[in-house]
């Protein structure tokens, strides 16, 4: 990876902060950025300057520095959970329309611009806040209690005649294993070469956020992935992104992002290249075409979403450090 081919961008905001924080939950098509910028498909380093002269780091983009066989691996260890339909994204899922909310929802309580509370179509009230649905899941290790879990013993103890408590139980955080890692060990050992991989480059590219990613990593060993700066992996199939920015992973670190691709990991299908799916930065007026094999280290506190994809086939794969981590050190 040699530092002689990998060309520097420097720009300036298209939107100003107030714009973008107004288009939270939207979508920005592949025009929006090529009228300002070509599709970033090369080894690239991209800086942003703010109004007032601070210059940060927006990307570090490289192409085929991951293993092909890495990445078939964890193609097949992970497509399955990645198809899961979830319904907890928030913004990222976009802007609520009750055609994309689950089947069980009955009739809506309450409503902001991303989540919903309701009753279920059996007149139950539900406890539960949720967006539009997603093939969105995670692995690895959590800041929050098992949702499920949670209120399936909830249920139980409202159940129980005898349970004179009938105060609610706060959700606080609580570490744990995700069921995925718990329950797949085969496949969870499959997957850890890629975040090992994805942990090294990060290392190079962007040491300073590295060290203070992993130093912080390094206090919860017990929710650690395999001596990496990483806590937890996001998982995401086919599943084009609105605008919005990461909340739960350490402002202090950065994001990486690697695609795994269903072409090139299930040949005997014949299975046909995805177009799209450019990871954007509306407010900067430029995407990156990451595709199997690239890594991507981004600041994933900038908003930023996809364009659409067409055709099927893309898994990406986040790796982060989740920030109330801290919050379970012993």
């Known amino acids: 990876m040699s530092n002689h081919n990998i060309k520097t961008i420097t720009l300036k905001p298209i939107l100003s902060k107030d714009a973008i924080n107004n288009k939270e939950g939207q979508y920005f098509s592949e025009n929006h950025y090529t009228e300002y910028n070509p599709i970033v498909k090369s080894n690239t380093d991209v800086y942003g300057i703010e109004e ?73 009230v539900s406890r539960d806040n949720i967006s539009n649905i997603s093939q969105s899941n ?36 609580m570490c744990r294993t995700t ?43 017990k ?9 937890t992996i996001t998982i995401n199939y086919n599943w084009r992104t609105a605008t919005h920015c990461d909340k739960g992973d350490l402002d202090e670190g950065f994001g990486n992002l690697i695609v795994l691709e269903k072409s090139k990991s299930k040949k005997s299908e014949k299975s046909k290249d995805y177009n799209g799916g450019y990871l954007g930065f509306p407010r900067w007026g430029i995407c990156v075409d990451v595709r199997q094999g690239d890594f991507l280290a981004m600041d994933v506190h900038e908003f930023h979403s996809n364009t659409p994809i067409i055709g099927d086939g893309r898994l990406s794969v986040v790796c982060y450090l989740r920030k109330k981590m801290i919050n379970c050190k012993k």
């Open 179 to 221: 069921q995925f890692t718990k329950k797949n060990i085969e496949k969870w050992n499959n997957t850890i070469p890629l975040i090992k991989e994805a942990d090294k480059l990060f290392k190079k590219l962007v040491p300073d956020r590295y060290k203070i990613q992993l130093d912080r990593a390094n206090k919860t060993p």
């Open 52 to 124: 007032d002269g601070t210059k940060k780091l927006l990307f570090k983009f490289r192409k085929n520095v991951i293993p092909d066989k890495i990445c078939i691996d964890a193609y097949h260890a992970l497509e399955k959970h990645a198809k899961h339909k979830n319904s907890n994204r928030g913004a990222a899922a976009g802007k609520l329309k009750l055609s994309k909310l689950p089947s069980h929802v009955g009739k809506i309580t309450k409503t902001d611009s991303f989540r919903v509370f309701y009753k279920t179509k059996s007149g139950k």
């Open 223 to 231: 929710f650690q992935i395999a001596n990496t700066a990483y806590s």
């Open 138 to 173: 995670i692995a690895g290790y959590y800041d929050r209690p098992d949702r499920n879990n949670y209120n399936n013993n909830n249920n139980n103890n409202n159940n129980n005649k005898n349970n004179k408590n009938k105060t609610k139980k706060k959700l606080i955080p």
